[in-house]
């Protein structure tokens, strides 16, 4: 298993934009489709947007469909969650998680990631 570490989280204004990025050591990036999860107080962890192994083949929540993106640097083992137009209610920890795959799959169940960071805090102000 790889592991991750979350880092840009912080505080922006609604309409503003923010870049987390995950950092994955101890494995081949390559090799693990990856996602970013979201929960918030009171809220079930939820699916924010996925990407396959080749990042050919990504996936959105329609809450962000249009606003986030996500992408992946496999040469420097990172993987990113661009977040733009920001809402309070995108209010959430943002935790990025890797599943190792054969073929190029999308993930998209919690159970299918076997690796996670720890989270990072992304607060949107009214």
């Known amino acids: 298993q790889v592991q991750l570490v979350e880092s840009g989280g912080g505080l922006v204004q609604a309409g503003g934009s923010l870049r987390v990025s995950c950092a994955v050591s101890?494995?081949?990036?390559?090799?693990?489709?990856m996602a970013w999860f979201r929960q918030a107080p009171g809220n079930e962890r939820e699916l924010v947007a996925a990407i396959s192994r080749s990042g050919s083949s990504t996936y959105y929540a329609d809450s962000v469909k249009g606003r986030f993106t996500i992408s992946r640097d496999d040469a420097e083992n990172t993987g990113y969650l661009q977040m733009n137009s920001l809402k309070p209610e995108d209010t959430a920890v943002y935790s990025c998680?890797?599943?190792?795959?054969?073929?190029?799959?999308?993930?998209?169940?919690?159970?299918?990631?076997?690796?996670w960071g720890q989270g990072t805090q992304v607060t949107v102000s009214s």
């Open positions: 998680a890797a599943g190792f795959v054969i073929g190029d799959l999308l993930l998209h169940l919690a159970e299918d990631f076997s690796s």
């Open positions: 101890g494995g081949t990036f390559s090799n693990y489709a």
